[in-house]
């Protein structure tokens, strides 16, 4: 090992040696998360509303939302620059640092 190894910084990991993805990932993993969790309960929901719980319910409802997550991930990634916008709109993000 030479010096300017003991000098490099560490970079900050999720688990174990996995390292954390670069900020500018985060317009990627953020709507990524969104989508997944909204689709998930929204397709649960609609599924226990329809269906009830019966045998075989989880099987059916992870399907269901496997394919509706397919949909839901790169529609929010189309829409969000349209919804920036909008909020941007309604919003005064002059104070980013929200009320004191």
């Not at 496997?66 to 709109?89: E, G, N, Y």
């Amino acid at each position: 090992m030479n010096r300017t190894d003991n000098m490099r910084p560490e970079r900050p990991t999720i688990i174990g040696n996995i390292p954390k993805l670069p900020a500018k990932w985060a317009t990627v993993v953020m709507p990524f998360i969104l989508s997944g969790l909204m689709s998930g309960i929204i397709s649960l929901i609609n599924m226990l509303r329809n269906l009830g719980w019966s045998d075989g319910f989880m099987n059916l409802w992870f399907h269901n939302w496997m394919i509706s997550w397919a949909f839901a991930f790169p529609i929010v990634l189309m829409l969000l620059p349209l919804v920036r916008k909008l909020t941007a709109r309604l919003v005064d993000l002059s104070d980013s640092n929200g009320p004191k």
